[in-house]
C-alpha cells in the first residue's frame, strides 16, 4: 500500500460547495477520492504541466528517469530527450 500524506489547504466557499456536493451526491466516497481524480484529470490533460513537474523533481534528484517516463506518459528514451530539450 502507498504511504499516504495529509494536505491541508484554503478553498473558496464556491469550491468547497461543489467539493461537498459531489460527496454528496454519492459520485465521490469521499473528498479525497475527489481531488484525486481532479488532479489525475489535470495531469493527463496539461502535457505541459507534466514536462515542467517531471523536469523539476527529476533535476532535484527527486525522482528516476523511470518515474519522471511515467509522470510524462512516455518511454525511458524520449522522457531522458524531453528532459534534455527542457
Do not use: C
Amino acid at each position: 500500500m502507498k504511504k499516504s500524506n495529509i494536505v491541508t489547504f484554503t478553498v473558496p466557499s464556491e469550491i468547497k460547495l461543489i467539493l461537498e456536493a459531489a460527496q454528496q451526491i454519492g459520485y465521490y466516497d469521499s473528498l479525497s477520492e475527489f481531488l484525486r481524480d481532479s488532479i489525475r484529470f489535470t495531469l493527463e490533460n496539461k502535457k505541459h504541466l507534466r514536462i515542467a513537474i517531471a523536469y523539476e523533481l527529476y533535476s532535484q534528484k527527486k525522482i528516476s528517469l523511470g518515474k519522471a517516463a511515467q509522470i510524462l506518459q512516455t518511454s525511458l528514451p524520449e522522457a531522458k530527450e524531453i528532459l534534455e530539450n527542457w
